[in-house]
């Protein structure tokens, strides 16, 4: 099987995913050998069941919070990058449940997590890129979310190891 390049894995994620169902893929240090790519799982049985009957996710059905959950064995099979960049096909939301991963208690919000996550590994630059700005179900889009979202982009950016942006598929480096 040839090696997973980012252009390829965005161009299928995005051919992948439907409406309910969000992506992120973690790259360190622009080297498409050290990339790792994550679902958001709500199609996925008893994702959602919080029960304690074994269905439920400690870590979330967020592609986020998927990612934060892989993100130490990500370090272990690739080693520590100076910087991981995260690709998401909707900007990080304001609304998602707190979770615990590892001990530590993530707040509300993915982007709220993602600042944890910088601060938790402040040698990493952390580099967050968005095909969409959140705002809830795409065919039926909140104002209110929108401007939640654009509100957190801008927190993400007030952390001293963590830039979020647009994706644009021309500034791609090593696609």
């Not at 992948?16 to 990339?35: K, S, T």
């Not at 995260?86 to 001990?103: A, D, E, K, Y």
């Amino acid at each position: 099987m040839p090696p997973l390049s980012l252009g390829p894995a965005i161009a299928r994620a995005r051919q992948l995913c439907g409406n309910a169902e969000v992506w992120a893929i973690l790259r360190f240090d622009q080297d498409n050998d050290r990339m790792e790519v994550y679902w958001s799982e709500r199609t996925v049985a008893g994702a959602q069941t919080p029960d304690g009957a074994g269905g439920f996710r400690h870590y979330g059905t967020h592609a986020e919070s998927v990612m934060i959950h892989g993100f130490a064995q990500a370090l272990a099979d690739h080693g520590a990058p100076r910087v991981a960049e995260i690709f998401l096909s909707r900007s990080p939301c304001s609304t998602s449940p707190l979770i615990t991963v590892g001990g530590v208690q993530y707040p509300e919000g993915c982007a709220s997590k993602l600042i944890l996550l910088a601060n938790q590994n402040p040698g990493i630059q952390f580099n967050v890129f968005y095909r969409n700005l959140y705002a809830g179900n795409p065919a039926n889009p909140d104002p209110a979310l929108r401007a939640r979202s654009s509100a957190a982009v801008m927190m993400m950016n007030s952390c001293p190891n963590l830039e979020a942006g647009p994706l644009e598929d021309g500034l791609l480096v090593n696609p």
